[in-house]
């Protein structure tokens, strides 16, 4: 006697065996190695973004610097030629 196919009667959720069917082994490491790739991307987005800030923050303190010394020398210049 052939056993009848087991069939889903109306309920929703799936029986341990048909999940195994539809999500295959190599398919979890696909997934493993797509979610490597994504934290690796997100690392190494947030780092690019820190590094550029601070590199900026850098070169605007030393620009801001080299103006006020700038500044400060020509205020001394016209102090000295005032009469």
Not at 13 to 21: D, G, I, K, Q
Not at 41 to 48: E, K, L, N, R, S
Request: proline content about 2%; some cysteine; charged content about 20%.
């Amino acid at each position: 006697m052939a056993a009848a196919p087991r069939t889903n009667s109306g309920s929703s959720c799936l029986h341990m065996t048909e999940y195994r069917n539809l999500f295959p082994v190599r398919m979890t490491g696909l997934i493993i190695l797509l979610i490597f790739v994504l934290v690796v991307f997100c690392c190494g987005t947030v780092a690019i973004i820190v590094c550029y800030q601070r590199t900026k923050s850098r070169q605007r303190r030393a620009e801001k610097e080299t103006y006020q010394s700038r500044m400060g020398s020509e205020v001394g210049l016209a102090m000295a030629f005032d009469f």
